[in-house]
């Protein structure tokens, strides 16, 4: 099977696998897992941030940053198409009593400043409205295609919020991706945060955890929550040992996006496919099936019967994502199954 549905079906290496087997342990919740340690010490130097915590997951780094920005019967503004809007369960408010206001966003991933304005109320002492604590940003914006958020725009963002006195937060699920499409290192894209959150498990290929950075206030009151929401883990050393190679191996990640910019331009070539190869930026391909003869899902279950895993992604979409599970030989083999399936 060519695995294209989410980065997050990457394995371990094999260097990955032979850390966990040799990570010093120790228990985490005491704060004396010496393997955690160094990968907080290491996220946070990468981040630009004062202090990091491993989390289990991406969706648990940004529920706990929430709530640690966010008192309750507050605010977060996120973005329509976002992952923590969408795909995570509505956790802010089920857990911490935080209200969600959805801004569009804007093809390119971003949210506009006016819109953002507009969720602030004309008179913030009125009692009845919820008044904004926090702006979540997500980069690269996944449901926007892998989109990267410019640098100056979000040090606009940044720039408004400080003026609002809300922090901001990035949900960076792919933030290395972001850096290594925008070729910049990953803390000038940080600095205009509060705090972030990055996946381990998904294009860095660690098998699982995420990592949330921000100031040490902030960490500690994170780390309160992670226990309250039970991700205190123990000797979790052997998960951190595969996040420390992730970070240290990101460099893969510039051939993934090289193989989903050949992806796209093959699906341009077939009749069809409707795919703008130009605005792939990252690892994240989106493309819909203009064949009369298939929906969206018939296109994916003959794709799958054929060997080849895609999915929808929202609005009838399908979304493609390279990964260290890809090479080329597998794009090459992918587009010869969408131009066989189209073409009979």
């Not at 990955?16 to 985490?28: K, N, P, T, V």
């Not at 819109?115 to 009845?128: N, R, S, V, W, Y």
């Not at 972001?178 to 294009?203: E, H, N, R």
């Not at 510039?254 to 070539?269: I, M, T, V």
Request: charged residues 20%; hydrophobic residues 45%.
């Amino acid at each position: 099977m060519i695995e294209l549905r989410s980065d997050t079906f990457t394995l371990p290496t094999a260097e990955m696998r032979l850390a966990m087997e040799q990570a010093e342990l120790g228990d985490d919740v005491y704060g004396e897992d010496p393997t955690v340690l160094a990968l907080e010490a290491l996220a946070a130097k990468v981040t630009g941030m004062a202090a990091a915590c491993l989390m289990p997951s991406g969706t648990m780094a940004n529920l706990a940053a929430i709530m640690a920005h966010s008192p309750r019967g507050s605010k977060v503004l996120v973005g329509a198409e976002s992952d923590i809007y969408v795909y995570e369960a509505g956790g802010a408010t089920v857990c911490g009593g935080v209200v969600y206001e959805p801004i569009p966003n804007q093809p390119d991933g971003t949210l506009s400043l006016e819109d953002l304005a507009k969720a602030f109320p004309d008179d913030m002492e009125d009692p009845q409205f919820a008044l904004p604590s926090l702006i979540c940003l997500e980069n690269t914006q996944n449901r926007c295609g892998g989109s990267i958020l410019p640098q100056e725009y979000l040090a606009r963002v940044a720039d408004f919020a400080a003026a609002r006195g809300v922090a901001v937060h990035m949900d960076g699920a792919r933030l290395f991706n972001a850096a290594v499409g925008a070729d910049v290192p990953v803390a000038d894209i940080t600095q205009y945060a509060d705090s972030v959150q990055f996946c381990l498990s998904k294009g860095l290929s660690a098998p699982i955890g995420s990592i949330l950075a921000g100031d040490a206030d902030f960490i500690v009151r994170a780390r309160r929550i992670r226990k309250m929401l039970g991700g205190g883990m123990r000797q979790a050393g052997f998960i951190a040992a595969a996040g420390i190679v992730a970070i240290e191996s990101a460099s893969r990640l510039s051939q993934d996006h090289a193989l989903a910019r050949r992806l796209a331009r093959g699906l341009a070539e077939i009749d069809g496919i409707d795919v703008q190869p130009d605005s792939v930026q990252t690892n994240i391909v989106m493309f819909r099936v203009g064949e009369d003869r298939f929906t969206w899902q018939e296109f994916v279950d003959a794709c799958k019967l054929r060997g080849l895993a895609v999915a929808e992604l929202g609005h009838g979409r399908i979304r493609a994502v390279t990964h260290a599970g890809v090479e080329e030989q597998d794009i090459e083999d992918a587009l010869e199954i969408v131009r066989e399936l189209l073409s009979a």
